[in-house]
């Protein structure tokens, strides 16, 4: 059954975005969530399933608009996805679906049908920072593990000194023809043989095992601009993989991209809300009362901020400028400073009396400077 999960949840978009960010965010999650690198993986293939729906959906104007407006009942009384049940729908049939996103990946025919480079997979990794390098910008190594090109056998997947041979069930032409509903017409796909490469490894390279690739290990370092948020990602082009044998030209191909997930750890003191910084700052019940100046801080340093006389506790100062760079603009957000009245827990001798003595001027009454605890114990259990 298609799923109630909020398709833009899914693909891990805001609702405002336009159409090329949610292309880019399927494309990221169908290339990590694909069959054919989780092989055997059921919740990788419901996830690979989800994410085709959702972007079905997205990807139209038209299903987008009545979804936005109505929600899934929408679909199902407008014929969206409804239409569809990707539960029962073999992964490989879903990604053809969506075949136009993934120009040049190799899964665009054999050697006559291509319409550009052949492109590996994406990849995705994962680093974390601190609030302190949101407001400076930082470099982080990232190291991470992806599929390189067999040096053994360049990537044919060949034993080194034998060469791949013609696929016999295309003819080295990478494409069969099926025949339509009826006889009627006669479709066109990709060779099931030898997916579209055209030629097969009879005779398989002992260091890759015929698949051409084999996984390295690699580190890079990551440039993380000023402002960015948790959960945004940083693509370094072509430090993804190579596309699979099967569907390159001699061994080789473009790399896919690597995209850097960011997390932001908490922050001791500053919450983060957009742009801007939120601090709770302590002060003393005299520095409320009579005013103060006080100094608070930044990531720039100290800044001064003035309370007035009479100021109440939650009460909140905006220091302009002193919040987190915008990603885009540069510009910064602002610094909430929230004060909060403390009491003190010690008074001395002369603190206290000057305190009953400001009691007895505002005729308020307090407890008295000495009560037994016995005393006061046997008043609970009197219920007094």
């Known amino acids: 059954m298609p799923t109630t999960r909020d398709y833009y949840e899914i693909l891990g978009v805001d609702k405002g975005v336009d159409a090329e960010e949610i292309k880019r965010a399927y494309r990221r999650l169908a290339m990590k969530y694909h069959p054919d690198r989780n092989p055997g993986d059921k919740e ?26 109505f929600g899934h009942d929408g679909l199902r009384r407008g014929g969206g996805p409804a239409t569809h049940d990707f539960s029962r729908m073999d992964p490989t049939d879903i990604f ?14 054999g050697r006559g049908g291509r319409r550009g480079p052949v492109r590996g997979y994406d990849l995705e990794t994962e680093v974390e920072i601190t609030l302190d390098d949101v407001s400076k910008g930082c470099e982080r190594d990232v190291e991470f593990t992806r ?49 579209g490469r055209g030629e097969v490894v009879k005779e398989f390279c002992d260091g890759c095992r015929g698949k051409g ?90 800044a001064k901020v003035e309370i007035p006389r009479s100021t109440q506790h939650g009460t909140l100062f905006r220091v302009q400028g002193k919040g987190l760079p915008n990603l885009r603009s540069g510009k910064k957000g602002d610094l909430a400073v929230v004060v909060k009245i403390e009491v003190p827990k010690k008074l001395t001798s002369k603190q206290e009396q000057m305190l009953r003595d400001f009691a007895a001027s505002e005729d308020k009454a307090v407890m008295p400077e000495s009560q037994g605890f016995w005393k006061k114990v046997g008043d609970f259990l009197k219920g007094d």
């Open 44 to 69: 990788a293939e419901a996830k690979f399933k989800e994410c085709a729906e959702a972007y079905e959906v997205l990807a139209d104007a038209e299903k987008k608009r009545v979804y936005d407006q």
């Open 96 to 109: 053809s679906m969506f075949n136009d996103i993934f120009e040049g990946m190799g899964n665009q025919g």
């Open 147 to 195: 599929l390189e090109v067999c040096k053994k056998c360049t990537g044919t997947g060949a034993k080194p000194g034998s060469k791949p041979v013609k696929c016999q069930t295309c003819g080295g032409q990478g494409r069969v023809q099926q025949a339509g509903l009826g006889g009627m017409f006669r479709m066109v796909t990709t060779c099931p043989a030898c997916g």
């Open 213 to 302: 690739r084999i996984p390295g290990k690699r580190a890079i370092t990551v440039k993380i601009p000023p402002g960015i948020q948790a959960g945004q990602a940083i693509r370094v082009p072509g430090e993804g993989e190579p596309p699979p044998a099967e569907m390159s030209i001699n061994g080789e191909g473009m790399k896919g991209d690597l995209h850097v997930v960011v997390d932001v750890k908490p922050h001791d003191m500053f919450q983060r809300e957009g742009d801007h910084l939120i601090l709770q700052m302590p002060i003393s019940f005299t520095q409320a009362a009579l005013g103060a100046n006080i100094d608070v801080p930044t990531f720039e340093g100290m």
